[in-house]
């Protein structure tokens, strides 16, 4: 016999990665050039030159400690070198023991969500969301998330419907600031008006309710837009995070595990990190990879690219009749669809082959992500086919 929920998970892949499947086989057809494609969040800029210096400069060292495995929670010089930019950013003083380095943010978020996870437990998920989140917490942990309609009209957290969840059984709350799908970004006001809330539910329930920070996206901002780092407003935080963006290292898998040390139970919590990991059999995170993060910590893609498309993009839409919050950070755009089954509107763009993904998917239905991490001349060729879409409509 096979455990057949995990034999269902791998038959049935996400509505993300079905479209790029379908994607490349419709570029057979038609050629690559032909098809707009927006539904995979793949970095299109370059990683700085400084990753490849370092590449080549570890390269240049000895091979067996460039190869061979580390501790399973990273190299300790790794951590520390991680830590002390995350201190000169952000005021803090933790040390490289806070720090559990992972195989991107999806193995920090399944390390987390397993550490804190116990039966009968319930983790809130704010949508709209990484779909993934719901598989880690549930098949991947053994919990129940428990899923809070978005504000439509800004992408900030829907208080009164955050409120009406939160119990005894709340073990943590997921937040994504610069989020995927709708580019919002947290705004200082909310994160502060999180943590109140929180608090006060922790004092209300008796026991800590940890608030898990997933931060691919903390340095891919616009317009002066300024990311809250989370632990400075509340204790009981767990950061998430990955190089796979900022570095534009994405298929390199790269990321950590923060514990704050004013985290409730911080030391039984890192160990429970460090058990997670070992549980899920991550032996360590890829040993180049911790040296090269370390030696380019600090650094980011060249973000204007995506400024220049998102504005491209926004401006063309909204310029149709399209209604959307524009995006403070990441690089995905929200925008409503036309009619209010977005899987419909989603597989009629099909036809031009536009492909994007429909918003039910991320706990917002009634609209698209598309995913604007792709050659500016991309964008330029879609504009007009989403316009022929709009004009369908308009019509009806």
């Known amino acids: 016999m096979l455990n057949e929920k995990m034999a269902a998970l791998g038959n049935n892949r996400s509505t993300i990665r079905e479209l790029f499947e379908y994607g490349n086989k419709r570029a057979a057809v038609v050629g690559r050039e032909n098809v707009l494609d927006f539904s995979l969040g793949n970095p299109n800029v370059p990683a700085p030159d400084a990753v490849r210096e ?39 003083d933790y040390t490289g023991d806070s720090l559990y380095l992972t195989a991107g943010a999806a193995a920090a978020l399944s390390c987390a969500f397993k550490a804190i996870a116990c039966p009968g437990d319930e983790f809130v998920v704010l949508a709209p ?15 129940k998330a428990v899923v809070v309609p978005p504000s439509i009209a800004d992408f900030q957290i829907n208080f009164d419907a955050l409120e009406k969840v939160l119990n005894e059984h709340t073990k943590a709350v997921v937040i994504n600031s610069p989020n995927n799908p709708s580019g919002a970004v947290y705004s200082e006001q909310t994160i502060r008006q999180l943590a109140e809330l929180l608090r006060e539910k922790e004092a209300q329930f008796g026991h800590p309710i940890y608030l898990v920070s997933d931060e691919p996206y903390r340095e ?13 407003y509340y204790d009981d935080t767990i950061v998430c995070y990955s190089y796979s963006k900022s570095l534009s290292l994405p298929g390199e898998r790269i990321g950590y595990v923060l514990v704050p040390p004013q985290a409730a139970d911080s030391a039984d919590l890192y160990a429970a ?54 995006p403070q950070g990441a690089f995905y755009m929200f925008p409503q669809t036309l009619e209010p089954d977005d899987h419909a509107f989603c597989e009629r763009a099909k036809k031009y ?15 698209m992500r598309i995913s604007y991490c792709v050659q500016t001349e991309t964008i330029r060729r879609a504009l007009p086919l989403f316009e022929k879409l709009a004009k369908e409509y308009h019509k009806c």
């Open 54 to 92: 370092a590449i080549l400069a570890e390269a240049a060292g000895d091979p067996v400690a460039l190869h061979g495995y580390t501790s399973a929670q990273g190299a300790a010089d790794v951590r520390k070198a991680l830590v002390a930019d995350i201190n000169r950013r952000f005021g803090t």
């Open 129 to 143: 969301y990484f779909p993934e989140y719901l598989m880690f917490i549930e098949s991947g942990a053994g919990a």
């Open 220 to 232: 891919i901002v616009y317009d002066g837009v300024q990311t809250p780092f989370v632990p400075t």
């Open 273 to 326: 990190v460090c058990g997670a990991g070992r549980a899920l059999g991550y032996v360590c995170a890829p040993s180049m990879f911790q040296r090269v993060a370390a030696r380019c910590t600090g650094l980011t893609s060249d973000i204007t690219v995506y400024q220049t498309n998102r504005d491209l993009l926004f401006d063309g839409l909204t310029s149709m009749g399209y209604t959307c919050v524009k």
């Open 353 to 367: 082959d536009l492909l994007v993904v429909p918003g039910a998917d991320f706990g917002a239905p009634g609209h």
